[in-house]
């Protein structure tokens, strides 16, 4: 089997996906894999710019349109400045979060439809998916109950929907799993983190 290298990590918001991504690349770095982790919308200097424009909580004005259009813009300057090379040396890159982001949050959470968002990212960076992709799954009430309660987290402007719209978020992560299951592996986000991590952890280790 092909060892994978690009592993994204996606899911709700307060799934916990962040803090376990850093507990497998601390895994992966002792164990001699050369990694890189990152971000979206992020992950370079103009992508981290793009990112407090969308993700300002002042910013509710923002179109539907402009958003996935902004998202886009971010993730071709991060994959072709960061995601690209590192792929390109053999590196492992881990990134929270990436297309599949996109296709959940304006796809379906914004009504713009799957199609017209994937278009606009097949522009941006091609047909290329991630290898593999961990969907850490969670009950909305309980992720967005998780983020009020962590003081020290950053506030977005998508954390601060409606519980309507992250249902509808959830909901097509979970249709997206169905529809490319060879690639898509969902963890119940609703466990302990040691459990969570043991659970992504099995998926991983024989992919690297």
Request: hydrophobic fraction near 40%.
């Amino acid at each position: 089997m092909t060892n994978k290298l690009f592993f994204t990590f996606e899911g709700p918001e307060g799934a916990g996906k962040t803090t376990v991504l850093k507990m497998v690349v601390s895994k992966l770095q002792e164990e001699g894999k050369e990694v890189i982790a990152t971000r979206e919308p992020g992950g370079s200097v103009i992508a981290e710019e793009i990112r407090q424009v969308i993700l300002n909580p002042a910013h509710t004005e923002m179109d539907a349109k402009t958003e996935a259009l902004l998202y886009a813009a971010a993730r071709s300057q991060h994959f072709v400045e960061k995601i690209e090379p590192a792929l390109k040396q053999g590196k492992l890159v881990l990134c929270d979060r990436f297309i599949d982001s996109s296709l959940a949050y304006q796809g379906i959470g914004r009504g713009l439809g799957i199609e017209g968002v994937k278009s606009i990212n097949e522009f941006a960076i091609g047909q290329r998916m991630p290898d593999m992709t961990i969907l850490f799954d969670l009950d909305p009430k309980i992720g967005l109950a998780r983020i009020n309660a962590h003081k020290n987290r950053e506030i977005n402007r998508l954390d601060v929907e409606s519980l309507a719209f992250h249902q509808k978020v959830r909901e097509a992560y979970l249709k997206l799993a169905e529809e490319f299951p060879e690639r898509i592996y969902v963890i119940d986000a609703s466990q302990s983190l040691e459990e969570v991590f043991q659970n992504v952890w099995k998926v991983l280790k024989n992919a690297v």
